[in-house]
């Protein structure tokens, strides 16, 4: 199966400052077959990013994502508090489908 | 926008089987395909399996042998059962949405999540 591995595991930022989380995959994931989801205590994930760096419904433009092959981006240009929160990757390319392990952005 | 509201035991002793619903709201099955992800501390989120409104299924090798994904167009609702679970069975389940008719898709709407402890 792929396997995702996102790094930083933890990012620690303040308001304001920009975020760059990476997503790398153990084989070439095709770009639409690439997601970004946001996932905040108690709820369900959130979409966020569609084939690799569509921003779903409702996303703000602070998020920007890109990619390709193994190497998968999601940025946030200025943090918000609103957007501290856990942050996954899913490649939906090959069965099964898979998730990396999440980053997750803590306020400094 | 569709909505899930899912349910089902959330306590389990081993051996047991898992079983749970989930029904949607807001437009049909058809157009989109329907998904069931387990969230743990040790696996993070697992993909188990999807159908879509035909019954058309698939699933996640790990789970094959032990899982049953069903879908009832009539009354709007998929359901998720697991046979003989254990304790790495536990965790908060999901059921999910593909975005559009592709089996492969991001998931745009999820359930809320349902608990589920397997203790003797």
């Known amino acids: 199966e792929i396997v995702l591995t996102q790094s930083p595991d933890t990012l620690s930022l303040s308001p304001g400052e920009r975020a760059t989380l990476s997503c790398r995959s153990s084989?070439?994931?095709?770009?639409?077959?690439l997601a970004w989801y946001q996932q905040k205590p108690g709820q369900p994930p959130r979409l966020l990013i569609y084939?690799?760096?569509s921003r779903a419904p409702g996303i703000p433009d602070r998020f920007s994502a890109s990619g390709s092959g193994t190497e998968f981006t999601l940025a946030l240009t200025r943090v918000e508090p609103e957007d501290f929160a856990l942050y996954f990757c899913?490649?939906?390319?090959?069965?099964?489908?898979?998730f990396g392990q999440g980053t997750r952005v803590e306020i400094k | 926008q569709a909505q899930l509201q899912q349910w089902g035991a959330g306590l389990l002793r081993p051996s047991e089987t898992l079983s749970l619903t989930c029904a949607v709201s807001?437009?049909?099955?058809?157009?989109?395909?329907w998904i069931w992800i387990r969230q743990s501390p040790d696996k993070g989120l697992e993909w188990i399996g999807q159908?879509?409104?035909?019954?058309?299924?698939s699933y996640n090798r790990a789970f094959r042998n032990r899982v049953t994904i069903s879908v009832d167009t009539s009354r709007s609702h998929f359901s998720l059962r697991l046979t003989a679970v254990t304790a790495a069975d536990a965790g908060k389940y999901f059921c999910?949405?593909?975005?559009?008719?592709?089996?492969?898709?991001?998931?745009?709407?999820w359930g809320q999540g349902t608990v589920v402890t397997v203790s003797p």
């Open positions: 999910a949405r593909t975005m559009g008719d592709y089996p492969n898709d991001s998931l745009d709407v």
């Open positions: 807001g437009e049909s099955l058809s157009g989109h395909h």
């Open positions: 159908i879509n409104h035909n019954g058309i299924m």
């Open positions: 084989q070439r994931v095709g770009s639409s077959y």
């Open positions: 084939g690799t760096s």
């Open positions: 899913h490649q939906f390319d090959t069965s099964p489908w898979t």
